[in-house]
């Protein structure tokens, strides 16, 4: 089993910054692509970023230029950094990763999300 822990939402002020980590813990053999994605109010869930294993990362429009996804493999933790932050950045962040377990299964893991509000 893998456990995904977020950390590092809060409360902030617009064009404030946040960062945001999702750490792996548990049967991790590797960890393959993670996304970051957030759900708004009354909102669908929408993908922000993501990276692969390799390095190679992809973004919403909508963050481009002021979100940046990063990751450090030797922690098994994958960070969003988020400045010049808006209002409709609010919602509740969850990171998702592909997870090769110990057991050489590939699995899907969410982790329980952590909410960012960002005030005008």
């Known amino acids: 089993q893998v456990r995904l822990v977020e950390s590092g939402g809060g409360l902030v002020q617009a064009g404030g910054s946040l960062r945001l980590s999702c750490a792996a813990s548990?049967?991790?053999?590797?960890?393959?692509?993670v996304g970051w994605y957030r759900q708004a109010p009354g909102k669908q869930r929408e993908l922000v970023a993501s990276?692969?294993?390799?390095?190679?990362?992809n973004y919403a429009d909508s963050v481009k230029g002021r979100f940046t996804i990063s990751r450090d493999n030797a922690k098994n933790t994958v960070y969003l950094q988020m400045i010049s932050l808006k209002p409709e950045d609010t919602g509740v962040y969850y990171c998702?990763?592909?997870?090769?377990?110990?057991?050489?299964?590939?699995?899907?893991?969410w982790g329980q999300g952590t909410q960012v509000t960002v005030s005008s």
């Open positions: 548990g049967r991790v053999n590797s960890i393959l692509i």
């Open positions: 998702s990763a592909n997870v090769i377990e110990s057991g050489s299964n590939l699995r899907n893991y």
């Open positions: 990276i692969t294993s390799g390095g190679n990362t």
